[in-house]
């Protein structure tokens, strides 16, 4: 199995092909990834982690275009950002997009998106929450109403970060 490891920094994947645009232990391709098109043979991951870095990155659906590009068909790609709500989202000045848990569902069918080569199927995709009692309610309203803790008590009680897991779904319809 090939996994590809988007921004990996110091901390790659066990087992990945690194990418990164600093050269730091563990990176195997230098390159900045907001540059198109990486220097990826097309069709070669079936996994592809996204952890922390797609928050940091230029142009989402150039990005997620280029995913699709170098995943083989029925690839996973898994997504983890910080959530809108969470202060880390803020506290970062390289952050250049807040998301919700909904912001990848572009990607999956949704008609307003242009780009109807680049699909994927939404597989999972939950919050995550802090551990602490303060995080309790938080918990308990998204699991019984994930859009309207979203609406209405995010800011309240706010999320952590956003764990999507997405299957690539190539031009003949299959995610193999």
Same mark, same amino acid.
């Given at each position: 199995?090939?996994? %590809? ?8 994947? +066990? ?15 230098? @390159? ?6 990486? &220097?990826? &043979?097309?069709? !070669? ?5 996204? !952890? ?15 995913? @699709? $590009?170098?995943?083989? &068909?029925?690839?996973? =790609?898994?997504?983890?950002?910080? @959530?809108?709500?969470? %202060?880390?989202?803020? *506290? ?18 949704? +008609?307003?998106? !242009? ?9 999972? $995709? ?24 979203? $609406? ?5 009680? &706010?999320? *952590? +970060?956003? $764990?999507?897991?997405? !299957? =690539? ?6 995610? +193999?």
């Amino acid at each position: 199995m090939r996994i %590809l490891d988007l921004g990996c920094g110091e901390h790659k994947t +066990e087992g990945a092909t690194g990418i990164d645009r600093r050269e730091l232990p563990g990176v195997d391709v230098v @390159h900045d990834v907001n540059v198109f098109p990486w &220097p990826l &043979p097309d069709n !070669s991951f079936d996994r592809i982690v996204c !952890s922390h870095v797609i928050e940091h990155l230029t142009d989402i659906p150039a990005v997620m275009a280029e995913i @699709h $590009r170098v995943a083989k &068909p029925g690839a996973e =790609v898994f997504i983890r950002v910080p @959530h809108f709500s969470c %202060l880390n989202a803020y *506290r970062d000045p390289t952050h250049r997009h807040y998301l919700s848990l909904k912001s990848f569902d572009v990607f999956c069918g949704d +008609e307003r998106y !242009s780009d109807k080569n680049t699909r994927f199927r939404l597989v999972k $995709r939950n919050l995550t929450f802090g551990s602490s009692l303060f995080d309790v309610p938080g918990k308990i309203i998204y699991k019984l109403k994930p859009r309207r803790y979203e $609406r209405r008590f995010a800011w309240i009680f &706010p999320a *952590r +970060e956003i $764990r999507i897991t997405l !299957s =690539v779904i190539k031009n003949d319809g299959k995610a +193999e």
